[in-house]
């Protein structure tokens, strides 16, 4: 499994940036997708994920309302759309695909680290004030 995340960069408070992340190797669609993020200093932080069937989507607090997960599986892709950026979104963000194809979670479910069993190399994100 190969999971290569794109779109990172500098931004200022306020801005918007939208990453992808190409995965091959594994059957895409039947996987619920992730993005987790790591502040300087910081232990890494579930942002979002994707259920394989692209019904279901799930939030942390601090990004609810800003960030938009979503999938194309017709390109093997994932984005994280990130609006209303500011300087505590500073960090590495990854892009990781569930340990298991097709899991079945119930809603409002809590997605942790050791859910994900791929994962990708981080692209940086830093918002200035």
């Known amino acids: 499994v190969q999971l290569v995340e794109s779109g990172g960069g500098m931004v200022q408070a306020g801005g918007s940036l939208r990453l992808s992340c190409a995965a091959s190797?594994?059957?895409?669609?039947?996987?619920?997708m992730g993005w987790f993020r790591q502040a300087p200093g910081k232990e890494l932080e579930f942002v979002a994920a994707?259920?394989?069937?692209?019904?279901?989507?799930y939030y942390a607090d601090s990004v609810k309302g800003r960030f938009t997960i979503s999938r194309d599986d017709a390109k093997n892709t994932l984005y994280l759309q990130m609006n209303s950026l500011e300087p505590e979104d500073t960090a590495v963000y990854y892009c990781?695909?569930?340990?298991?194809?097709?899991?079945?979670?119930?809603?409002?479910?809590?997605?942790?680290?050791?859910?994900?069993?791929?994962w990708g190399q981080g692209t940086q994100v830093t918002v200035s004030s």
């Open positions: 990781a695909a569930d340990r298991f194809h097709g899991r079945t979670v119930a809603p409002g479910y809590k997605w942790r680290r050791d859910d994900f069993g791929s």
């Open positions: 994707i259920k394989w069937s692209g019904f279901s989507t």
């Open positions: 190797g594994l059957t895409f669609s039947s996987y619920t």
